[in-house]
Structures are given as C-alpha cells and as structure tokens.
T-cell receptor, first 115, second 114 residues
C-alpha cells in the first residue's frame, strides 16, 4: 500500500538554524510530490511541488526540496529559519489507485522556531 | 478572490444530533474532497467527488454522507453524531485539468461530540 513517512513529529529550532525535514514515500509509479504547510489558525497551503524535471524544487518563503528517486525521498530544506516558520508541515504524494488520483499524506512535522 | 470556505469552524454538539458541515469553493473546480484529521495523524480521505452528482467513498470508512448538487458546494452530513466522530474535517478541491494534481484546502471544521 502507498504510504508517506515523515521522520520527525516535532522539531524545535532557534532562529537562523538550518532546517531539514525528512519525507519518504512508498509508491512504485510515477509520482507527484508536495509539501504543504499549516500556520497556526490558517488553511493548509501548498509550499512547493515536484511534478517533473529538475529534482531540486524551490518554493515560497525560501523553502526548497530535493526529489531523490533512488531513495524514494523528498526532503524539505531551508538554510535559515525564522520565527514565522513555526507551523506544521505535511509531505504528500499523488498516487493513482482504483482508477482515481489521490493525495497520500504523512503524519506531519510540527516545527517550533524560537527567537 | 477565489477561495474555499468551510462553516462552522468549530462545533460542539451532543451525541445523537444530526449535523451538516458546509464546504463551498469559488474556484470552479470539478473535484472536491473531504479529509478527516486527528491530532498528530495523517489526513485520511473519507469522501470525494468528480463533479455534480458524483460522490465516492475514500480510503477511511466513515459514517458520514456527502452530496454534490452544485459544483461549488460539497456538504458533509452526520445523521447521528457520536463521540468517535470528534475530529477535524478538511474540505479540499482540485482542477482535474491541472496536471500537477495539487489540492486547495479550506480552513477546516473542528468537531467535538460530547
């Protein structure tokens, strides 16, 4: 069965620290990969996505992610976090199942950035 | 501005009551979804729709039902709420002509059944 695994459930960082959130998926077909972010009290919103082409994807607010097909991974990175990056981050993969496309989400990583 | 709306944002209700969670989108998207999310857990797809008069069950079994009479509206109904229905419910939509399959989410309804 398809699944998405996020390695860290809670991450605490100080401002200016570097961030890397791990995401691995299990799906043998062609994948589209996503990172969504949910700031406190706000909608889930798309941070970045991989569809095809360059495996290094740049998103909003200085985030980037690298698709490594051989490792089934799509880790999220940011070189220097800010307090405003405090949020919950969800990795998702689009998979085709039973004739329809669906998003499979990881359990999320809650990031707290301290000033 | 095109967006996706959910009401109510928070609902506390007693066991046995019938409830309807509203979801509307102004993006003209054909596909719509309902997810259930418990704290610290994955989002689980409970219902989806390809368009008007189309409804399908998702991966997670749910006692809720949905309807899609209009493109922009996708309400979810629980005929008799139980404490096990306590959760957050997220509505989403997507444009099937958008090859990247991304979904756009509403703010969610946090339901507590006492």
């Amino acid at each position: 069965a398809q699944s998405v695994s996020q390695h860290n459930h809670h991450v605490i960082l100080s401002e200016a620290a570097s961030l890397e959130l791990g995401c691995n998926y299990s799906y043998g077909g062609t994948v589209n990969l996503f990172w969504y972010v949910q700031y406190p009290g706000q909608h889930l919103q798309l941070l970045l996505k991989y569809f095809s082409g360059d495996p290094l994807v740049k998103g909003i607010k200085g985030f980037e992610a690298e698709f490594i097909k051989s490792k089934f991974s799509f880790n999220l990175r940011k070189p220097s976090v800010q307090w405003s990056d405090t949020a919950e981050y969800f990795c998702a993969v689009n998979a085709r199942s039973g004739g329809y496309n669906k998003l499979i989400f990881g359990a999320g990583t809650r990031l707290a950035v301290h000033p | 501005e095109a967006d996706i709306y959910q009401t109510p944002r928070y609902l506390v209700i007693g066991t046995g009551k019938k409830i309807t969670l509203e979801c509307s989108q102004t993006m003209g998207h054909d596909k719509m979804y309902w997810y259930q999310q418990d704290p610290g857990m994955e989002l689980h797809l409970i219902h989806y729709s390809y368009g008007v008069n189309s409804t399908e069950k998702g991966d997670l079994s749910s006692e809720s039902t949905v309807s899609r009479i209009r493109t922009e509206h996708f309400p979810l109904t629980l005929e008799s709420a139980r404490p096990s229905h306590t959760s957050q419910y997220l509505c989403a939509s997507s444009n099937p002509r958008q090859a990247t399959y991304e979904q756009y989410f509403g703010p969610g309804t946090r339901l507590t059944v006492t």
